[in-house]
């Protein structure tokens, strides 16, 4: 299994930029993709983003397309998210993650490996 922490959170003003920080370690995570998923009050948890394994391939969902940017840094097992241009209805808990039964899904309940998970509050 692959352990991950995530860090980086914390409140910022409509407009801003936060990035947060994924950490891997156990069998780590340079042989999978790394997902981005978040979760707002009262929500299910929401498919943010998805990089490969070499990080050479990206994917986002639309509505942080072009503001947010996943990379990652296999040497250091870590995993970023750049976040700008925050809005308030990103305000949410960030998760990273991976060990994915399904490459092709994004739904939540196919993931076995979870970060503890980040808050992001944008205020208005």
């Known amino acids: 299994q692959v352990q991950l922490v995530e860090s980086g959170g914390g409140l910022v003003q409509t407009g801003g930029s936060l990035k947060l920080s994924c950490a891997a370690s156990g069998r780590t995570g340079s042989g999978y993709a790394m997902d981005w998923f978040r979760q707002a009050p009262g929500k299910a948890r929401e498919f943010v983003g998805r990089?490969?394994?070499?990080?050479?391939?990206?994917y986002y969902v639309d509505s942080v397309k072009g503001r947010f940017t996943i990379s990652r840094d296999n040497a250091k097992n870590t995993l970023y998210l750049q976040m700008n241009n925050l809005k308030p209805e990103d305000t949410a808990i960030y998760y990273c993650?991976?060990?994915?039964?399904?490459?092709?899904?994004?739904?939540?309940?196919?993931?076995?490996?979870w970060g503890q998970g980040t808050q992001v509050t944008v205020s208005s």
């Open positions: 993650a991976t060990c994915n039964s399904d490459y092709a899904s994004t739904v939540a309940s196919t993931y076995a490996c």
């Open positions: 990089i490969s394994r070499s990080g050479g391939s990206t």
